[in-house]
């Protein structure tokens, strides 16, 4: 469960700092004003805690980069098919 808000450029920054293999996919910095604005609702967490109780959340850097490590491995045994 993602817990943050991120926009593009940022995720971008982080993809190209943390998985430098992939940093020549990504759009270049000049695309920024190109970039969807993004709208971040407030999010009440307090009915799900008092279900569930306590629990531990992901940072949007940690959600983003599991899924993109994810969707590389998937990637991978695609072409190997």
Do not use: N
């Not at 407030?42 to 940690?62: C, R």
């Amino acid at each position: 469960m993602e817990t943050g808000q991120f926009d593009w450029p940022k995720a971008r920054d982080l993809v190209a700092e943390k998985r430098p293999a992939l940093a020549s996919r990504l759009p270049g910095k000049e695309k920024d004003g190109e970039a969807p604005k993004l709208t971040v609702p407030p999010l009440d967490m307090s009915l799900t805690k008092e279900v569930l109780g306590d629990m531990t959340f992901f940072t949007w850097e940690e959600s983003l980069l599991g899924s993109l490590d994810t969707a590389v491995e998937w990637e991978k045994g695609a072409k190997h098919a």
